[in-house]
């Protein structure tokens, strides 16, 4: 049986105010939760922190000193960091991001030759085309420069700790790495030689005064080659290098030991000092200069927060006589 439509009228009306309400409050709901994020932005750019600005400065006490003096560095400002670069070497800031320097390589080592007669059994030499393959075939395939005549004395049968002398590699590419050998050969039917290397070091002088290590008896990772079977090998230790040729009947012997790629113009950037933070404060510094010189003393002062920050660089020149 049908309802009648007057019925049906009535409940829609009554359904529609039921859903009237509803949507009334979704509606102040919504703009509610507007009204309060447009608050709470409102707040955040009121309570946002500002960096700080730096009102910075450092002077000296004197314009000259002695060597070993102590240079009072008079700070005013009191920056939430504070970096400092003496101007000696290692520590330039001009220097902070350089990783490379060309300068003057040389390499020496003290050496011992033991036993036996036979002359010329040790050869130095330097490669810049090995592949670094540690086979017969792969040290053969290189070109390697004969620099034992660099040798001061050349090698001789002597007492220990021998020096070579500083042999200076200056003529080589220090744009590519290099590769040092010693070489030993050994004949048999006679007392063959034992040849003992020990404080090899390789060096680059930078800026007139700088050392830089390139590598020595223990980092230069050496390898030992065995060419034709040779019944003896280099060995070694983190003090020395040695080539035990041995007794006439043990046959003959050709072994090198060859370092692994040393790249001559690499440097570590010079470093500063971190002085204080925002936790301490500092009126003054003091330094003391080892060598006479001119030396560009640097301060580098910042306030920062994660909103930014304020820096400041000074520079003063300090003379040591």
Request: aromatic share 12%.
């Amino acid at each position: 049986m049908k309802r009648p439509c007057k019925i049906l009228q009535t409940e829609r009306m009554n359904i529609g105010r039921s859903i009237r309400p509803i949507k009334k409050i979704k509606i102040i709901r919504m703009k509610r939760i507007s009204i309060y994020l447009i608050f709470s932005f409102s707040l955040l750019a009121c309570n946002k922190k500002e960096v700080v600005p730096l009102n910075f400065d450092v002077r000296t006490n004197k314009t000259s000193y002695n060597v070993n003096d102590t240079v009072r560095f008079l700070v005013s400002g009191n920056p939430d960091q504070l970096q400092f670069y003496s101007g000696m070497p290692g520590h330039q800031y001009i220097y902070k991001d350089r990783y490379e320097a060309n300068g003057k390589p040389a390499m020496s080592f003290t050496y011992f030759a033991q036993y036996g007669a036979e002359l010329n059994t040790l050869k130095l030499l330097v490669s810049q085309n090995f592949a670094g393959t540690y086979t017969q075939a792969g040290v053969a395939a290189a070109t390697w420069t004969d620099i034992t005549n660099r040798v001061t004395p050349a090698f001789v049968y002597n007492s220990d700790n021998r020096p070579s002398g500083t042999i200076d590699l200056s003529d080589f590419d220090q744009s590519k790495p290099l590769y040092i050998a010693f070489k030993f050969t050994g004949t048999t039917g006679a007392t063959q030689r034992t040849w003992t290397i020990k404080n090899f070091t390789l060096n680059t002088e930078i800026d007139g005064g700088t050392v830089i290590s390139v590598a020595n008896t223990s980092t230069a990772a050496w390898t030992n080659v065995n060419f034709n079977n040779s019944p003896r090998n280099w060995t070694f230790t983190t003090a020395q290098l040695q080539f035990q040729g041995g007794a006439a009947n043990i046959g003959s012997n050709e072994g090198w030991a060859v370092s692994k790629a040393l790249y001559l113009n690499k440097v570590a950037p010079d470093k500063g000092v971190a002085l204080k933070n925002m936790s301490t404060r500092m009126d003054e510094y003091s330094f003391i200069y080892t060598a006479p010189g001119t030396y560009t003393a640097t301060f580098i002062a910042s306030n920062e927060n994660i909103y930014g920050a304020s820096k400041s660089l000074k520079e003063l020149t300090v003379t040591v006589q």
